[in-house]
């Protein structure tokens, strides 16, 4: 079971700016671990998004941004555009598990 | 540019082993600081991690599936596989292979389908 929690579902117009919140505890984001978010595409492999929070990987639009805050992290996109929709997942450490932990997904549906 | 390609049978029969490897090209496994991660995604659900094993052959395994599992590193082939034993059904999906950099999975393969079924 996840031990990161992301809301199911989220969904916006185009180009308005849609959060997906991340909710950990104190042995992983509260810990001070890093949070990374991934973009799945239908019927393809994650992609890296954001890595250390807030830094995007080369090629990745200024439309994703992250952040972290205590016990959570939040991705937002603005200017949602229909190629935008997929699923996404934040990830993180767990010192108490000793293992790497992603959230339980969020499906962005661009209306 | 680095590549990662996993391969292995579709098909898996109960309480057996399942064995996947995952080929590395355009780079050295055996250069850089880097882990190399396991992680599956079952139909319609989310990522789990699986293990990680570094060029030196440390591993660290889930601890949910730590009894069960094995990955090695085959620096010769530039390959690092994956085994599974004791499957059931529950371990039928999609297993990606991944690089991983400062604790985020920045490289992936396209993954690979294993049904686990009489």
């Known amino acids: 079971q996840s031990v990161l929690t992301q809301p199911p579902s989220v969904s916006g117009a185009p180009g308005q700016r849609v959060t997906i919140s991340c909710t950990g505890s104190?042995?992983?984001?509260?810990?001070?671990?890093?949070v990374n978010w991934y973009q799945q595409l239908p019927g393809t492999a994650p992609k890296l998004l954001i890595y250390g929070n807030s830094n995007r990987p080369s090629g990745v639009p200024d439309q994703f941004s992250g952040s972290r805050s205590a016990t959570s992290a939040s991705l937002a996109i603005s200017g949602l555009q229909a190629e935008d929709e997929a699923d996404y997942y934040c990830?993180?450490?767990?010192?108490?598990?000793?293992?790497?932990?992603f959230g339980t997904g969020t499906k962005v549906t661009v209306l | 540019q680095v590549q990662l390609q996993e391969s292995g049978p579709g098909l898996v029969k109960p309480s057996q082993t399942l064995s996947l490897t995952c080929t590395v090209s355009g780079g050295s496994i055996s250069s850089g600081s880097y882990f190399w991660s396991w992680i599956r995604q079952p139909a319609g659900k989310g990522l789990e991690w699986i293990g990680r094993i570094y060029n030196s052959g440390s591993t660290s395994y889930s601890p949910s599936l730590q009894s069960r599992v094995t990955i090695s590193v085959d620096t010769s082939n530039n390959q690092v596989s994956l085994k599974l034993s004791s499957v059931t059904a529950a371990d039928t999906a999609v297993y990606y292979c991944?690089?991983?950099?400062?604790?985020?999975?920045?490289?992936w393969g396209q993954g690979t389908m294993v049904t686990v079924s009489s």
């Open positions: 991944a690089r991983v950099v400062h604790r985020a999975f920045d490289i």
């Open positions: 990830q993180s450490y767990d010192s108490s598990l000793y293992s790497y932990v």
């Open positions: 104190s042995s992983n984001i509260g810990a001070g671990y890093d």
